[in-house]
């Protein structure tokens, strides 16, 4: 009800509206960027997700359907436009776990961290890191390094087994073997890209928030007290 958020004092709730038609230019290219070139999956389970044509493939939810405009899948260097959409969509489904990890790790910070030091020889601890973009400047350059070469061994050693569907590195779901092209992959691989687009997003909209308010993060949960 209108009672329940008369909390919120008249001049806030115009510098919140000012705010975020600030964010809306950077929320709508996240949009067009992460919702490139994706339909619903209609084919029946025992058919290669590989061999679908890019526009009944998996991940697009009406009404937007298959949307390429700027055509990557069909002029895009990597090959034919099944090649090309087997890339893109596997860059997708990577930046989609990053941006799940990403968004749960804000939210977790913003109320809770881990104990112990970050850097001992530096007498920095973990508490001691801002949430946000903020700690791109406390954490120290050996840090850095350290998660910089964690991720390239991660990006030589473990590789995308070849004829399976874009992001299959052999871990499993969880640690739970799906069959391929089952409904309940089908319908798990479509959960995610669709909750790793919006985590996209989520952590986009995230940043861009903090920088509009002068590096307080997730200003906005103050509007619901």
């Known amino acids: 009800?209108?009672?329940?958020?008369?909390f919120i004092k008249p001049?806030?709730?115009?510098?919140?509206?000012?705010?975020?038609?600030?964010?809306?230019?950077?929320?709508a290219l996240c949009?067009?960027?992460?919702?490139?070139?994706?339909?619903?999956?209609?084919?029946?389970?025992?058919?290669?997700?590989?061999?679908?044509?890019?526009e009944k493939s998996i991940g697009a939810q009406a009404p937007i359907g298959f949307f390429d405009p700027l055509g990557f899948v069909k002029n895009g260097p990597y090959?034919?436009?099944?090649?090309?959409?087997?890339?893109?969509?596997?860059?997708?489904?990577?930046?989609?776990?990053?941006?799940?990890?990403?968004?749960?790790?804000?939210l977790t910070q913003q109320t809770t961290r881990f104990?112990?030091?970050?850097?001992?020889?530096?007498?920095l601890k973990f508490s001691d890191v801002p949430n946000g973009l903020g700690a791109l400047k406390a954490v120290p350059l050996e840090g850095w390094a350290?998660?910089?070469?964690?991720?390239?061994?991660?990006?030589?050693?473990?590789?995308?087994?070849?004829?399976?569907?874009?992001?299959?590195f052999g871990t499993g779901y969880f640690g739970v073997s799906l069959d391929?092209?089952?409904?309940?992959?089908?319908?798990?691989?479509?959960?995610?890209?669709?909750?790793?687009r919006l985590a996209m997003l989520g952590i986009l909209g995230m940043f861009a928030s903090e920088i509009v308010h002068n590096g307080e993060v997730l200003a906005e949960t103050k509007l619901f007290g």
């Open 180 to 196: 391929d092209q089952s409904s309940k992959q089908l319908s798990a691989l479509s959960a995610e890209v669709s909750n790793g």
């Open 115 to 123: 104990e112990g030091f970050l850097a001992p020889s530096s007498d």
């Open 1 to 6: 009800s209108l009672r329940s958020y008369q």
């Open 79 to 106: 090959g034919s436009p099944e090649e090309n959409f087997e890339h893109y969509r596997g860059v997708e489904v990577k930046h989609g776990r990053i941006a799940m990890a990403a968004v749960v790790g804000m």
């Open 31 to 54: 949009l067009a960027a992460s919702a490139s070139a994706f339909a619903p999956a209609q084919q029946a389970a025992q058919t290669s997700a590989l061999n679908l044509a890019p």
């Open 146 to 168: 350290q998660m910089a070469v964690l991720i390239g061994a991660h990006e030589m050693l473990i590789k995308q087994r070849p004829g399976k569907a874009p992001g299959d």
């Open 11 to 27: 001049n806030q709730l115009i510098r919140y509206i000012i705010n975020m038609a600030r964010l809306s230019t950077a929320i």
